[in-house]
């Protein structure tokens, strides 16, 4: 979900869609220059020679692929091995476009990516928020073109060679292959996947994202690639029976009449049947993601006078769709009726009707400027859309869900909202909203992605207790395995917490449970104990696991580790402003600039210098003193199942290194984003026009033990992202960062360690 602030840029930014233009694309905000590099045209083959092939990277650059070999080589670069085909398709070009945002101009990033300019920008908008990702800017950059190096250019390249050499032979040695988990699911294996349905004391609903699922249009890859047959068993032995994908109503109807439709809905109607049909197989219900119904660009309601009664509130060039006129409600009704008679077994939809996307005049509040709308309750219109949507949905499928989700409601009308919901509506709230904390001797109120945070908060409670009063079942909303507090693993091994939220919903009573939004949805240990929860069995629980999954012999420190880690979990410094903004996906992967960049940090995309925007609400000492208190506790456990290792064997002890590894993983983001957060700190006390030279002195010391002690974490960091291929990786974000990227960290923190050496 996303900070309204987003949505309302995102939704001006849409217009570029219609136009065939893309988004930003007459900015002028000069991009960075990465002056650790010899030139733009270094940087540009250091950061894509481990995915974009050599011959691809001349024909842009307008020079021979020997000569690209050559800027390569003089930085110490290895011969270029096989480029993976992964980086030019949809489950892995956001890693390439967001390492060139600020070294091409954009006809250039199309011939990178080999796409349309079509294409690029209606995946810009439309797969989850990209351009809002990358700063809803496009930083302006000349083409780029070769030049042959200087001697100067060549004296550089050179010490970033010997600089590199600093790392010694694992600098450049083989890593596992990014995205080698995913041929890890691809079958399923010959036993049986139950899950855990039958348990009774559990939730009736399991739902959960894809691990590696493509956000935008999944269901035209007629092998079904996102939803391969070993994911849906591992996610079903884990429990899960719901899996949910993302969906706009047009692209699954023909037009209807003067109404939005599409040519290829049959296939993606194909295609669905194939997934029900598939999940079925394991147990597995499909469920579609409705923030409907979506709006269009102006132009769509005034080239047609039987649209011009349709056309809500505009934001920007994008109209709403008015759902106080009938004929769209029963459009919205009809459709989706036609889809779940189609689609015989489909489970059911979730509906978001007050946020993402506009969509009803109501949707982002501003129905006041409608003529129709502005007669009429928030309350009445948020219910009429989501009245219209359960008809057509059990109309098409009497059996299938309708769960209705209270994010971005009015919370003065949510009372009323939902007594006025159909009976068969199921009620979905975030669990942890609104909870009150306390981190470092600093007050705050958590708003979503939090397990740091146990819920379930006060509005969750009392929006629960107005769905019971009205009949209506209840399902929480939570982030199991991972949140935006850090993503860059599979899952945070903080189980006491997961067993805590677990057993607060039982006592809750709760139904349903959705385990994730995009992220978080790798087959876990976490997944395993919150399902299979049993009211009141939190500590025998906890025991059955960790004996199950790592042996009689271990399971005690397995134990002690998850407790060190939950503990020191509960110290992290949450605020939604630092789990959007913060640092903590790509850790020490982000480079150290000599000058602040100008750039603030973007929703879970390139986080720049923007310390200030990182620590949110908490003084930098206090906010870096929190994420010192995290790692330490990740570090202890990570040592402690070090140990244990030595006396484990078999597959247990290729358990317990997994886990070990990535309960590091998340120890050296977490001490990295405190360093960062040091460094930049002191920088910008450097820099100050009002600073004394003791404050200058002073800051310079802690520049250079915050460098060094960077250094240390990536020479820490890099074996162990070469070693697991998940690490760093997240479905709508694909890879936050490569290992060749921790060494650009290094470059740029030499470079930082020279110039503090010369003041």
Excluded at 370 to 379: E, I, L, P
Excluded at 404 to 428: F, Q, S, T, Y
Excluded at 628 to 653: M, P, Y
Aim: hydrophobic fraction near 40%; proline fraction near 5%; charged fraction near 20%.
């Amino acid at each position: 979900m996303k900070n309204i602030l987003y949505i309302i840029f995102l939704c001006l930014a849409a217009s570029f869609v219609e136009a065939q233009t893309l988004p930003g694309e007459s900015g002028t905000k000069p991009a960075i220059d990465y002056d650790y590099f010899p030139s733009r045209m270094h940087a540009f083959v250091w950061r894509n020679w481990t995915v974009v092939p050599k011959e691809k990277l001349a024909g842009i650059l307008g020079t021979s692929p020997k000569n690209v070999e050559k800027v390569a080589f003089s930085m110490g670069l290895p011969k270029q091995g096989k480029i993976q085909p992964e980086w030019s398709t949809s489950r892995g070009y956001i890693t390439v476009l967001r390492r060139n945002w600020h070294l091409l101009p954009y006809d250039q990033l199309l011939e990178l990516l080999g796409v349309s300019r079509e294409e690029l920008a209606f995946r810009l908008i439309e797969d989850d928020f990209l351009f809002v990702k990358l700063g809803n800017v496009k930083p302006f950059c000349e083409p780029l073109r070769y030049q042959e190096p200087t001697p100067e250019m060549n004296r550089r390249a050179a010490i970033i060679a010997s600089d590199i050499k600093d790392l010694g032979k694992g600098a450049f040695a083989k890593e596992t292959p990014r995205f080698s988990f995913v041929k890890e699911f691809q079958k399923a294996k010959p036993i049986q996947a139950t899950g855990t349905s039958s348990n009774q004391d559990g939730f009736d609903l399991r739902m959960i994202y894809s691990y590696f699922a493509d956000f935008g249009d999944p269901l035209l890859d007629t092998e079904l690639t996102s939803y391969p047959e070993g994911l849906l068993q591992r996610l079903s032995s884990e429990g899960v029976n719901g899996i949910w994908l993302h969906s706009v109503l047009r692209m699954l109807v023909p037009e209807l009449g003067a109404f939005p439709g599409d040519a290829k809905a049959p296939q993606r109607i194909d295609g669905l049947k194939r997934l029900v049909e598939r999940a079925a197989k394991y147990g597995i219900k499909i469920y579609l993601y409705v923030n409907e119904p979506r709006a269009m660009h102006h132009d769509f309601f005034e080239s047609n006078p039987l649209r011009a009664g349709w056309g809500g509130v505009r934001e920007g060039d994008l109209q709403a769709f008015c759902t106080s006129n009938p004929d769209v409600l029963r459009w919205l009704s009809s459709s989706l009726e036609q889809v779940f008679r189609q689609v015989q077994g489909l489970g059911g939809v979730f509906t978001i009707t007050a946020s993402e996307n506009l969509t009803s005049c109501a949707s982002h509040g501003g129905y006041g400027q409608c003529d129709k709308c502005r007669n009429h309750s928030f309350a009445d219109l948020i219910v009429g859309v989501n009245m219209a949507i359960s008809e057509g949905v059990t109309r098409g499928n009497p059996e299938a869900k309708v769960l209705v989700w209270d994010w971005g409601w009015m919370d003065n009308e949510a009372e009323n909202i939902i007594h006025n919901l159909p009976k068969n509506c199921w009620l979905m709230s975030v669990s942890e909203w609104s909870m009150p904390i306390e981190r470092g001797g600093v007050a705050s109120t958590v708003g979503e992605y939090s397990i740091s945070s146990v819920g379930p908060g006060p509005r969750a409670l009392r929006h629960w207790a107005y769905a019971r009063e009205a009949g209506l079942k209840t399902v929480a909303k939570v982030q199991v395995n991972v949140t935006w507090e850090i993503a860059a693993v599979p899952a945070i091994p903080a189980l006491e917490l997961v067993a805590s939220h677990a057993g607060n919903l039982s006592e809750q009573h709760i139904d349903g449970v959705m385990l994730s939004w995009s992220l978080g949805g790798y087959p876990s240990e976490n997944l395993n104990l919150f399902q299979s929860f049993r009211k009141g069995q939190k500590e025998e629980m906890l025991d059955q696991l960790a004996l199950s999954m790592y042996g009689a012999n271990a399971a005690p420190n397995v134990r002690k580790a998850w407790k060190l880690c939950s503990d020191a979990f509960r110290e992290y410094p949450y605020h939604i402003q630092t789990v959007y903004n913060g640092p903590q996906q790509v850790g020490p992967a982000n480079p150290f600039y000599l000058r602040p960049t100008g750039y603030p940090s973007t929703m879970v995309g390139i986080p720049y210098d923007a310390v200030d925007t990182w620590r949110a609400v908490y003084p930098v000492s206090i906010y870096i003193s929190q994420l010192e208190k995290c790692s330490d506790g990740f570090f202890k456990g990570a040592a402690l199942l070090k140990e244990t290792q030595k006396k484990a064997k078999g597959e247990f002890a290729e358990k317990l290194e997994t886990k070990r590894l990535r309960m590091e993983v998340v120890g050296i983001h977490l001490r990295s984003v405190a360093e960062q957060s040091r460094f930049t700190n002191a920088r910008n006390r450097y820099l100050s026009a009002g600073s004394t030279e003791s404050e200058k002195k002073t800051s310079i010391v802690e520049m250079r033990q915050a460098a060094q002690k960077e250094l240390e974490l990536i020479k820490s960091l890099l074996p162990l992202v070469k070693k697991d291929a998940t690490i760093g990786y997240e479905s709508s974000n694909h890879y936050f960062y490569l290992p060749v990227d921790l060494l650009e960290a290094h470059i740029s923190i030499q470079a930082v360690l020279k110039w503090i050496d010369e003041l």
